[in-house]
């Protein structure tokens, strides 16, 4: 079972693409842009939790990709993919934005490793498919949770709007941002629809004292605030 984690992966060599996708599909959801127009539009309209970007890429570079992103206030770790291996270019992409930088051609291990240590360090990735705030652990594996050792049982995308809401605590999530990463940008459900599994997620943490986890932003968003307990 994969892990509640979305990368986006944006690399115009369809076949590299393809291996990248079957490498890192065992613990995350890749999406795939083969473009750098493409990329950018997709980083800006979804959340994700990391980006891999080219640099050599069509209508767009990879470079001019990470910088109108980052100008847009988005903090998605990235990760640079190039065969561009000189100091020089490593340190503008590092200078733009970037979080990491692999040099093609590389090693199936490599990437992994990498992937997995940018994916920790945001706080989504953990070895042992758990997520902890608190009184609550999500058992990302086998989709399971648990409250002060109680068992709660929560299906679908209650789950996993749990699970986006723990990766993001302590940060406001809006409402466009659950849908766009439950739901899906090209979903024909309205977005009325988050409030509905909000309000039923809240009432099953509200029968396991948990009443005051999920806080709502009005206008805004909600927010899940770490736990002291």
């Known amino acids: 079972m994969k892990q509640a984690i979305k990368?986006?992966?944006i690399e115009d060599e369809h076949d590299l693409s393809n291996d990248i996708k079957a490498m890192l599909g065992d613990f995350a959801d890749i999406d795939q842009a083969f473009d750098g127009e493409?990329?950018?539009?997709?980083?800006?309209?979804a959340p994700y939790d990391l980006i891999i970007c080219d640099l050599m890429l069509p209508l767009q570079n990879g470079l001019d990709v990470i910088k109108h992103i980052r100008g847009h206030e988005i903090s998605t770790p990235v990760l640079i993919l190039t065969?561009?291996?000189?100091?020089?270019?490593k340190i503008v992409g590092f200078n733009i934005g970037a979080d990491d930088y692999l040099t093609k051609p590389?090693?199936?291990?490599?990437?992994?490793?990498?992937?997995q240590a940018l994916l920790r360090r945001a706080g989504v990735y953990s070895e042992?498919?758990?997520?902890?705030?608190?009184?609550?652990e999500m058992n990302l594996e086998n989709r399971s949770v648990a409250v002060g050792g109680e068992i709660l049982k929560l299906v679908g995308k209650e789950f996993d709007i749990l699970a986006y809401l723990i990766q993001n605590k302590n940060i406001i999530v809006t409402?466009?941002?659950?849908f766009d990463r439950i739901w899906g940008i090209d979903s024909d459900t309205t977005m009325?629809?988050?409030?509905?599994?909000?309000?039923?997620?809240?009432?099953?943490?509200?029968?396991?004292?948990e009443e005051h986890l999920i806080k709502t932003l009005r206008n805004i968003g909600f927010i899940l605030e770490e736990s002291d307990e």
């Open 7 to 9: 990368i986006l992966l």
């Open 38 to 45: 493409d990329g950018e539009y997709q980083a800006l309209e």
């Open 83 to 89: 065969a561009k291996d000189s100091l020089d270019d």
């Open 106 to 115: 590389f090693h199936r291990e490599e990437l992994i490793v990498r992937v």
């Open 128 to 136: 042992d498919h758990q997520l902890r705030t608190g009184r609550v």
């Open 175 to 178: 409402r466009e941002q659950i």
């Open 192 to 209: 009325n629809v988050v409030n509905i599994y909000i309000n039923n997620l809240r009432r099953k943490l509200e029968s396991v004292g």
